[in-house]
């Protein structure tokens, strides 16, 4: 079976930043996915990484080990527009397997 | 363009009644997927299809019946609803990457069942 694991909770203060880490277990793995969800809506794409490294999209940026079977997803400049629920996603063979979620608060 | 819409919005069953989730999506992609999330969990995979006329089971397929006769639509058919099935349901379509890879999924608004 598939498995994903991050953390349930953070939070920080506006302009911090943070972390969200997820580890993957999981065969066929093709990339790792992010998606943001904001309470009652659709989750929405972030990211994608298919080889190690970081990839950085604005002030967000997210980073694949997958040596080690490890993600990322690094929040920069927090704003309060980014509470919500994260979700590292993990593909393989046409299906995608997503982690329980992460809540970012952001407090002023 | 629309992008993916889900009808209805908001639902409430009996015990052993069906129904059909309606998803649909105007932007031409091969792969569609239905996904539940329960409070805490993240999104479980229910069915999915990688073009018209093809579909496969994901992690939680019992109790759902899906088909897809066209690109556009992939409805979900509940047989004989169970309060088990008490949920919030998303479709999500994508293109087929070159390596067969779906990077970006776009989701519905969902559709929120209750089940008495």
């Known amino acids: 079976g598939q498995s994903l694991e991050q953390p349930s909770e953070v939070t920080a203060v506006e302009g911090a930043i943070v972390q969200i880490n997820c580890t993957y277990q999981?065969?066929?793995?093709?990339?790792l996915s992010w998606y943001q969800q904001h309470d009652g809506g659709a989750p929405t794409f972030l990211s994608y990484n298919a080889l190690d490294g970081l990839e950085e999209t604005g002030r967000f940026s997210s980073f694949l080990s997958r040596s080690d079977s490890y993600g990322y997803l690094l929040l920069q400049e927090l704003q309060m527009k980014d509470s919500a629920s994260y979700f590292c996603a993990a593909h393989n063979d046409y299906k995608l397997s997503f982690g329980a979620g992460t809540t970012v608060t952001v407090r002023a | 363009n629309a992008g993916v819409t889900q009808t209805p919005k908001f639902q409430v069953l009996k015990t052993g009644q069906s129904m059909t989730l309606q998803c649909a999506q105007d932007m031409n992609h091969e792969y569609m997927s239905w996904y539940r999330q329960d409070p805490g969990m993240g999104l479980r995979l229910i069915h999915y299809s990688v073009g018209a006329g093809i579909t496969d089971q994901g992690e939680v397929p019992n109790g759902y019946n899906v088909s897809r006769s066209t690109t556009e639509d992939f409805p979900l058919r509940l047989l004989s609803a169970a309060p088990s099935q008490t949920s919030v349901y998303f479709c999500?379509?994508?293109?087929?990457?070159?390596?067969?890879?779906?990077?970006?999924?776009?989701f519905g608004p969902g559709t929120r069942l209750l089940v008495l």
């Open positions: 999500a379509s994508s293109y087929s990457s070159s390596g067969g890879q779906q990077e970006t999924q776009y």
């Open positions: 999981t065969s066929g793995f093709y990339g």
